[in-house]
């Protein structure tokens, strides 16, 4: 369990804002903490990793307190053992891929781990490139191994796929996703981008102006129909075609186009480009086990 | 023939002069570009003082605290065997002071360039301060350190008004080639005045013409 | 989509699952979701809930006494036809509210549906989505 409470004043474009937060995450949960520019969002994680001192209040993250401004206590960030994923990745220009994740290795820590993320994290052939050569979601990876060396168990991502384009960020999502179940990691995610949110969180906070104003699971962030229906995607309208009084209407979700028969009253107030629930009962789709070959990549 | 000791001289007296200021400018601009002291901005200042006050004024000062008739200038002498007047040391002291700006200032304009996300990036990994700034603050601002440590070396090559206070003309002692070129003048020598002259000039626009080609190559590097 | 106004009259739950009945205006329907009083909020006796389901799963029969497993019935009045050439649409006023119902051409011609007609809107079981 995580438990924070704590008070900050901060400085934006629009004025003073009072940080105030007054929340616990539950150990193993994958929260998103959404909102405008300026509410705070970035702050929040900063006060978490230590990088950030706030005025008053606590943390303490599994039981160990990492903040008490009565009794004085401020763990610096050197011993948090966070995983923090910066923004604009914050790799060091001197050293290669491999050296990066190298340079995170605590003392007397087994090497192989190095090893095993460049596995998993697909870095093999980028190793010995300097970061300044990596595409964003080279870039992305490569944070992403560095924070993940020392095993933490909190994981801070600030905004980490808003800069990639939509077959990288998806491929990134699926791999946080794994990595967030594999290693059992606490995630914290900063992010503006509904259909990553409802495809990654388990519980979404809206941060406004310093304050947590609404809290609860992601579909019922996003969505204005809650629908009992289990078949549940987001996605997004490529086209809608009129076939004498029904509609036919492609749409874009995950990775693949579906077509959905639809009626005059759903199609009304659609537009290509409109972000969209689709609902269905979890009685029709039918299973098919796939026979997957392997791809070479 | 021209007497090489004067030029012998000023490039030993440049080299330990920026050896030292290497050891002493790294801390400051360090201090100087994180601080949120309020001190900082007099420290600035009083570190870009040499850029501004004529050289004799500095070496007026220097002379009368280190003069031996004076008690600063006697504990010196008297506990550390020290003279910092009409001495190669007194020298060092004085072109450490006068050059300090040359170091520290792109050095500190250096750190401050750096993005901030990466030092707290190796705060986060659990590095230290000092690892931090081994380890990648100095090796991400390697043009700025061969920028401070040339326009040192140049500009105490350069030196001519501070030496002549505090150094006086003792041959192969405080005697640099700039005082050499006065005095040849003096005497009417101009032959040799001319041989100093285009020596140091040669010999300084090389270095500085290396040190922008390399800076140069730094910055398309890191550029791509 | 079509969509009632309805009121939950009870909730039998087992295991994940639900049944739900709903009282619309002259009508029970009956639902089964894959949720429980637990998992969604709003499942609760004599809570307010929408019915939705999809005009293409609306099945239309004639004449009022149907020996048929389906349970949901709305009787009612076609207040319009449209013919496609494979398709048809049928708009039927039930006491529930206005119903849509996409059947095929050929049924409307065989059913020899038209206006006016008195008819029995029918829909399975597992096709009846609810929201709050």
Do not use: C
């Not at chain 1, 992601?218 to 004498?244: A, M, W």
């Not at chain 2, 050891?23 to 570190?47: C, D, F, H, Q, S």
């Not at chain 2, 005697?175 to 300084?204: C, G, H, P, R």
């Not at chain 3, 329907?29 to 894959?34: A, D, G, H, M, R």
């Amino acid at each position: 369990m995580i438990e924070i409470s704590v008070h900050k004043k901060l400085w934006s474009s629009t004025g003073e804002v009072s940080l105030d937060l007054d929340l616990t995450i539950k150990e193993g949960s994958f929260l998103t903490i959404y909102g405008k520019s300026g509410a705070g969002k970035t702050s929040f994680l900063r006060i978490l990793t230590g990088l950030l001192k706030p005025e008053e209040g606590h943390i303490r993250v599994y039981g160990k307190t990492w903040l008490d401004s009565q009794r004085g206590i401020n763990l610096s960030p050197q011993k948090r053992g966070v995983g923090f994923v910066f923004q604009d990745y914050a790799l060091f220009p001197n050293m290669t891929v491999e050296e990066n994740l190298f340079f995170a290795l605590k003392k007397g820590q087994d090497r192989k781990t190095i090893q095993e993320l460049i596995e998993v994290m697909e870095l093999g052939e980028l190793r010995h490139l300097p970061p300044q050569s990596l595409s964003g979601g080279q870039k992305q990876r490569t944070a992403l191994a560095r924070a993940l060396v020392q095993r933490p168990q909190l994981l801070l991502l600030d905004e980490p796929l808003s800069a990639l384009d939509a077959g990288m960020r998806t491929k990134l999502q699926q791999l946080i996703l794994q990595i967030h179940r594999e290693y059992h990691l606490t995630t914290l995610l900063v992010s503006h981008d509904a259909p990553e949110i409802l495809k990654l969180s388990s519980e979404v906070i809206l941060l406004e102006e310093g304050k947590v104003t609404k809290r609860g699971a992601p579909i019922e962030f996003f969505t204005h129909k809650r629908v009992s229906g289990k078949f549940q995607f987001t996605g997004e309208v490529l086209k809608i075609e009129r076939q004498d009084f029904i509609f036919i209407v492609t749409l874009l979700i995950g990775q693949d186009v579906v077509r959905v028969v639809a009626d005059e009253s759903e199609v009304r107030e659609l537009a290509p480009g409109d972000k969209v629930l689709v609902a269905s009962k979890a009685f029709n789709p039918i299973l098919g086990k796939l026979k997957i070959e392997t791809v070479s990549r | 023939m021209i007497d090489w000791t004067p030029l012998l001289l000023t490039f030993k007296l440049a080299a330990v002069t920026t050896m030292a200021l290497g050891v002493l400018g790294i801390p400051l601009a360090y201090w100087l570009a994180y601080t949120k002291n309020r001190m900082k901005p007099v420290v600035e200042a009083l570190v870009s003082m040499p850029l501004v006050l004529p050289p004799t004024v500095l070496g007026f000062y220097l002379l009368v605290a280190f003069s031996p008739s004076n008690s600063f200038g006697q504990w010196l002498e008297r506990w550390f065997n020290l003279r910092l007047i009409f001495s190669f040391e007194g020298l060092v002291f004085a072109s450490i002071l006068y050059s300090l700006p040359f170091m520290v200032q792109p050095i500190q304009s250096g750190f401050s360039g750096i993005s901030s996300s990466l030092q707290e990036a190796a705060y986060v990994l659990g590095k230290s301060k000092l690892t931090t700034l081994f380890k990648v603050l100095l090796p991400n601002i390697k043009p700025s350190l061969l920028t401070g440590a040339v326009l040192s070396f140049a500009h105490t090559i350069g030196e001519f008004g501070v030496v002549l206070m505090i150094g006086g003309n003792i041959p192969g002692q405080t005697k640099v080639a700039s005082i050499a070129i006065y005095d040849e003048v003096e005497a009417l020598n101009y032959t040799s005045a001319n041989t100093y002259s285009i020596i140091l000039f040669v010999i300084t626009f090389t270095i500085l013409l290396a040190v922008y080609l390399l800076n140069g190559g730094y910055l398309k590097r890191s550029w791509k | 989509m079509n969509s009632l106004q309805g009121e939950i009259e009870s909730i039998q739950a087992q295991g994940a699952l639900s049944l739900v009945k709903i009282m619309v205006p002259g009508a029970v329907l009956s639902t089964v979701v894959i949720d429980t009083p637990a998992t969604a909020p709003y499942l609760v006796s004599s809570g307010k809930i929408q019915v939705l389901f999809k005009e293409t799963e609306v099945i239309i029969a004639k004449g009022a006494d149907l020996a048929i497993s389906l349970q949901n019935r709305l009787r009612g009045v076609i207040s319009s036809i449209e013919h496609g050439e494979l398709l048809g649409k049928l708009t039927i006023e039930t006491q529930a509210g206005e119903i849509t119902s996409i059947i095929t051409t050929n049924a409307i011609r065989q059913l020899k549906l038209v206006q006016g007609d008195q008819v029995t809107a029918m829909i399975k079981t597992n096709e009846i989505m609810l929201s709050p």
